[in-house]
């Protein structure tokens, strides 16, 4: 599968993004979706990932609350709505994708993750 990220931008703090990833090539329903980011001079840390149907969610604690992931299956596109945003949550976004069995779905760790995006900016200004 094949996974295009956009949706990044410069925005002030509290105010709120909506980041896109959309997949091409297999069936996008197979995949678990995942979020991660990486800010500058540290490394890439897991956010937020969603199962095959979007019933089930997992957040990192430092987005609790703030962010919302979500899927279009019909679409082939998964989305995260950022709001509340701070400057601590500048950096790169990836979405990436991995096909597992079912029942064992959620997972943190990026070495997990089969397909990667190119990666979308983000930039909280204070």
């Known amino acids: 599968v094949q996974l295009q990220a956009s949706g990044g931008g410069l925005v002030q703090a509290g105010g709120s993004l909506r980041l896109s990833c959309a997949a091409s090539?297999?069936?996008?329903?197979?995949?678990?979706m995942g979020w991660f980011r990486q800010a500058p001079g540290r490394k890439r840390e897991f956010v937020s990932a969603?199962?095959?149907?979007?019933?089930?969610?997992i957040y990192a604690d430092a987005v609790k609350g703030r962010f919302t992931i979500s899927r279009d299956n019909a679409g082939n596109t998964a989305y995260l709505q950022m709001n509340n945003l701070k400057p601590e949550d500048t950096a790169v976004y990836y979405c990436?994708?991995?096909?597992?069995?079912?029942?064992?779905?959620?997972?943190?760790?990026?070495?997990?993750?089969?397909?990667w995006g190119q990666g979308t900016l983000v930039t909280v200004s204070s």
């Open positions: 090539g297999r069936t996008f329903s197979d995949y678990v």
């Open positions: 990436a994708a991995r096909m597992v069995p079912i029942g064992s779905w959620s997972s943190r760790t990026e070495n997990d993750y089969d397909y």
């Open positions: 969603i199962s095959w149907s979007g019933g089930s969610t």
